[in-house]
């Protein structure tokens, strides 16, 4: 499937994406947790960050968890990517957002959130045009932004 305006191209490297259509609207095979879903313009943001992190960065697939369920007081989250280490820690949060949205402090915000119970190293915020990767210093409570995503 082109590209169309609800799914535009994207600042990352293009990805090979099985799409179809079976109903009203168009599905994307997540090859990661090997099933259909509906291709929304986040999705089409995560998938190609999932193929980026993969084939630029060589990270192994079995290491990346999306929508990973995070508990917060009593609040229920999910991440949207998680990479873990071999040794099974997390390492990296992803929090993706459609092309057509911002990336603000709100944004930068909602992924630190999900950090406070994870406690990765590595933070990244996209929209598939534009990505953020800082590093945190958890010690210090302060991050430095980074030229690029590190290889994990």
């Known amino acids: 499937m ?3 305006n609800k799914y535009p191209p994207l600042n990352l ?3 090979e994406l099985r799409i179809r259509r079976t109903g009203p609207r168009p599905e994307v095979w997540d090859t990661l947790r090997r099933k259909w879903l509906v291709l929304t313009p986040e999705e089409w943001v995560r998938q190609h960050f999932i193929r980026f992190l993969t084939a630029t960065r060589g990270i192994d697939p079995y290491r990346i968890v999306q929508e990973q369920p995070l508990r917060l007081d009593s609040f229920a989250l999910r991440a949207d990517i998680v990479v873990y280490s071999r040794q099974a820690e997390p390492q ?3 929090e993706c957002k459609a092309a ?8 930068f915000d909602q992924v630190a959130r999900y950090n406070i119970s994870l406690g990765v190293p590595y933070l990244v915020v996209t929209n598939g045009l534009r990505h953020y990767c ?3 210093d958890r010690a210090s409570h302060s991050f430095r932004f ?3 995503i590190p290889n994990l």
């Open 2 to 4: 082109a590209a169309t």
């Open 13 to 15: 490297p293009p990805a």
């Open 92 to 94: 990296l949060i992803v």
């Open 100 to 107: 057509g949205v911002e990336i603000t402090q709100e944004v």
């Open 134 to 136: 800082c590093v945190v």
């Open 146 to 148: 980074l030229d690029e």
